[in-house]
Nanobody, 123 residues
Framework: QVQLVESGGGLVQAGGSLRLSCAASGRTFSSYVMGWFRQAPGKEREFVALNSWTGDVYYAESVKGRFTISRDNVKNMVYLQMNSVNPEDTAVYYC?????????????????WGQGTQVTVSS
């Protein structure tokens, strides 16, 4: 069982930066694939980035080069550094954990979810 709590969301101007954090409980945190998803109003939840249990990272094309996912297996934390944000990045951002191997990018492949944190980018 894993419990996830996101923080760090807020209002940011276009071109600015924001860092999201996700605190995870559980003794086997390092064995999970950790992902970030986002959901804008009226849209489906979409994959943003993942950090596998081996440390590999993978990004959606829309955020590649702007966002960076990282994890600290000692502190049980996952981070999403968001740079050069634009209004299209406005969404509720969710942290998620998956027991799948490989690079799961579908939300149905994740077992545990946080409550989400709102990110709003003003133009």
């Amino acid at each position: 069982q894993v419990q996830l709590v996101e923080s760090g969301g807020g209002l940011v101007q276009a071109g600015g930066s924001l860092r999201l954090s996700c605190a995870a409980s559980g003794r086997t945190f390092s064995s999970y694939v950790m992902g970030w998803f986002r959901q804008a109003p009226g849209k489906e939840r979409e994959f943003v980035a993942l950090n596998s249990w081996t440390g590999d990272v993978y990004y959606a094309e829309s955020v590649k080069g702007r966002f960076t996912i990282s994890r600290d297996n000692v502190k049980n934390m996952v981070y999403l550094q968001m740079n050069s944000v634009n209004p299209e990045d406005t969404a509720v951002y969710y942290c998620a954990a998956s027991t799948r191997r490989g690079w799961p990018t579908r939300h149905t492949e994740y077992n545990y979810w946080g409550q989400g944190t709102q990110v709003t980018v003003s133009s």
